[in-house]
């Protein structure tokens, strides 16, 4: 095999190339939905307006979420919240946090962030372990304040939720409010606190991160490390960026593992460090991301080729909310069938 070949699939199924790819297309669609919603203003031409951003508003469409489980029905006003959470669900619990791991456009910010902070500064500034661990039991404790408030939240009111007109365009005004001169500024000084201290935002405050955490601990599949062939290198600890004690685990099963498989990757013994189902079945480091993904698209593509995708919400009535005062109104909006 020609060695630009071997080459060219390396950086295909490494994870920046991945997570990088998923944070294009997001960026892209957030400049489609800003040009619905120019059109709507009649500043811009039309285009159709894109449903997967809909994944940037947890609370809304976890509410949804939850109002589904309680026999609320599916929500057909904007479906593709739903679907985003099902497959974040599905990834977390299959491979160990594969939507924080490897989807995530939000944790990509962080992330990258952190690696450049490895980069320029040599590493970054680890807190004393007793400050982490109260670090990870604040989100922790967020992530269930968070969706224990969402859980309990009466059926009648999170179905009415799905019918404010606020909810159906909330997208729209969060992607415009990333301009603001006091949200970039807020956002260059997160920046700069994970190049020093990591990821602050995935490790110490996501709640959405909690929930996948929790998901994670039950995956069928986890990091396999073989005592008898292991030569103590440290080489995984040192790769692993969520500074998970690899060199001393059977299975990894801490919280933090996002299946990122640098570890995989970075042990000079074949077969001391594998990715296995139930302890028994290997899965390739190569082939890791290519199950996360496969698994996304899988559902996204079901849930469109079934017609579980797409708004059903007219596109002149999102016209007239993004112009109205109805964009305020906090009591339901019932459309015309």
Excluded at 5 to 16: G, K
Excluded at 92 to 100: A, E, H, K, V
Excluded at 173 to 183: L, M, S, T
Excluded at 236 to 262: K, P
């Amino acid at each position: 095999m020609p060695e630009s070949f071997r080459l060219a699939a390396r950086v295909v199924q490494s994870r920046w190339f991945i997570k990088g790819a998923f944070f294009v297309l997001f960026a892209w669609l957030a400049s489609r939905l800003l040009q619905f919603a120019g059109w709507a203003r009649g500043t811009d031409a039309f285009v159709p307006r894109p449903e997967s951003v809909a994944g940037i508003l947890p609370v809304g469409h976890y509410t949804s979420f939850f109002a589904w489980l309680k026999g609320g029905g599916w929500d057909t006003l904007l479906p593709a919240g739903l679907v985003i959470i099902i497959a974040s669900l599905a990834t977390s619990l299959i491979f160990r946090r594969g939507f924080c791991g490897w989807i995530c456009p939000v944790g990509t910010v962080w992330e990258a962030a952190s690696a450049s902070g490895r980069k320029l500064l040599g590493d970054t500034v680890r807190l004393p372990r007793w400050l982490d661990n109260a670090g990870r039991g604040l989100r922790l404790i967020l992530g269930l304040a968070f969706f224990g408030y969402l859980a309990i939240v009466p059926l009648a009111e999170s179905m009415a939720f799905r019918q404010l007109p606020y909810m159906w365009v909330a997208d729209i005004k969060i992607i415009e409010g990333f301009g603001d001169p006091r949200y970039i500024t807020v956002l260059l000084l997160a920046f700069v606190v994970s190049m020093m201290l990591g990821p602050v935002w995935c490790r110490y405050l996501c709640p959405l991160g909690a929930l996948y955490s929790l998901l994670g601990i039950a995956s069928p599949c986890a990091v396999t490390r073989d005592a008898s062939t292991c030569i103590d290198c440290s080489r995984c600890n040192e790769a692993c960026h969520a500074r998970v004690d690899v060199q001393r685990a059977t299975a990894v099963r801490a919280a933090e593992c996002d299946g990122c498989m640098d570890c995989v990757k970075a042990c000079p013994v074949e077969g001391c460090l594998e990715a296995r189902v139930l302890g028994r079945v290997r899965v390739k480091a190569w082939a890791w991301p290519l199950l996360v993904v496969a698994l996304w698209f899988a559902i996204v593509g079901t849930a469109q080729l079934t017609g579980n995708w797409k708004t059903t919400i007219p596109t002149e009535t999102l016209r007239q909310v993004i112009n109205s005062g109805l964009l305020e109104q906090s009591t339901p909006m019932t459309l015309e069938r």
